[in-house]
């Protein structure tokens, strides 16, 4: 893996023209010891992202049916495409049978859940796998693990995500909330599992510094994650809200027919609905926010609360979730990939880690740990 540190590393990066595989290419082009190959569907659309980020080269390629020819001759291939919801591990077996390292920003439940099953062939043609280098779980366990670091134990675990609605969406996010919503999600309350509908539980959220945003349940990783890698006494939640009233409560509205089985699912209408949403982008802010609240144990078993807010204005929101994956990236292309076998990007990275990043895009971040009694800009 050292030769990675005397040259370039060669990055594949699949969906490089949607929301936020644009934004991990726009971060990863100023990377020195990178060279990055845009890759996507559509070819006018990677030529004009290409020519944009200064004439990158560019692959026309569709995830579903990507071999390992086609990543032949590159270090690391990044899938930022979507949706994981109901996705099949086409780039991982191509992946693994090039010989080459993986790396994806998975939010999709069984997706992520499965990526043990790859452990063993990773292994055998000596790469790694990576799942979930995204806000979660890479960066969210990131935060908890420094929030907690010397608790005794965990009692909660709240996570919120609050995009501003001017924020640029996909079609891929749309159809990754609507594969959930009104379904059946298995959730962790009072200490056991339970099933709620996916965008019930609607509540009004106060966020420090941003104010109150709508949030309702929502069907991830993060759920299964949280409870195997901190085991919260009480309970381990994820919500996630839109600004407008109109768009988060029409929504949790349109979710009655998949509750009452009329209708199997909203995934179907994500053109539309998108369409709709579109039509309010001019509504609302640019302010997007994410949030992190935690209560347990302390050192000395006295009761610790930790809060951790991030505020991203002028829509530089979209941009968390590739800062893991950027992380991820340095860490090839100076020498230190993961060893060989797949894995979920949890506790794999440090809250400093990201840092510089959130400096250079103008995001603030702010957190407080009670039992330490100490209040941090930067946690």
Not at 98 to 121: K, M, S
Not at 174 to 193: C, D, F, H, K
Request: aromatic residues 6%.
């Amino acid at each position: 893996m050292g030769f990675f540190a005397m040259a370039d590393l060669r990055v594949l990066l699949i969906g490089a023209t949607g929301v936020f595989g644009s934004r991990l290419a726009e971060r990863a082009v100023r990377e020195s010891g990178i060279a990055l190959t845009l890759a996507a569907r559509d070819r006018p659309k990677l030529d004009a992202l290409a020519a944009r980020l200064g004439g990158l080269a560019v692959r026309v390629l569709d995830r579903e049916r990507v071999t390992g020819a086609d990543l032949a001759g590159f270090d690391v291939v990044v899938d930022a495409a979507g949706p994981f919801q109901a996705s099949a591990p086409t780039v991982i077996a191509a992946a693994i049978a090039a010989g080459v390292h993986y790396l994806d920003l998975a939010d999709g439940r069984e997706f992520v859940a499965a990526i043990g099953n790859h452990d063993a062939a990773a292994k055998a043609a000596g790469v790694s796998v990576t799942c979930g280098a995204s806000s979660i779980p890479a960066l969210s366990h990131a935060v908890i693990d420094a929030l907690t670091a010397g608790w005794t134990s965990i009692d909660t675990i709240r996570i919120g995500i609050f995009p501003g609605n001017r924020a640029p969406r996909g079609l891929a996010v749309v159809q990754a909330i609507l594969s959930y919503v009104g379904r059946p999600v298995r959730v962790w309350r009072g200490g056991t599992w339970t099933i709620v509908p996916g965008w019930g539980m609607t509540q009004r959220w106060t966020v420090p510094g941003v104010g109150q945003r709508w949030a309702s349940v929502c069907d991830t990783p993060e759920q299964d994650l949280l409870v195997a890698r901190y085991a919260p006494q009480g309970s381990a939640e994820f919500f996630a809200g839109m600004e407008l009233s109109l768009l988060h409560l029409g929504l949790a509205l349109l979710s009655l027919p998949i509750r009452w089985r009329w209708v199997h699912s909203l995934r179907p209408a994500s053109r539309p609905l998108l369409a709709v949403a579109k039509l309010l982008l001019p509504f609302g802010s640019d302010v997007g926010a994410m949030d992190v609240i935690v209560h347990g144990r302390g050192a000395y078993g006295g009761p610790a609360n930790g809060r951790w807010t991030l505020r991203a204005d002028g829509n530089r929101g979209p941009y968390v979730p590739v800062l893991a994956a950027l992380t991820m990236l340095r860490r090839f292309q100076s020498g230190h990939a993961p060893a060989p076998g797949a894995r979920v990007c949890a506790g794999m990275l440090t809250l400093a880690e990201s840092e510089s990043d959130f400096a250079a895009l103008g995001i603030t971040t702010s957190g407080v740990d009670i039992d330490r009694a100490r209040s941090m800009h930067k946690l």
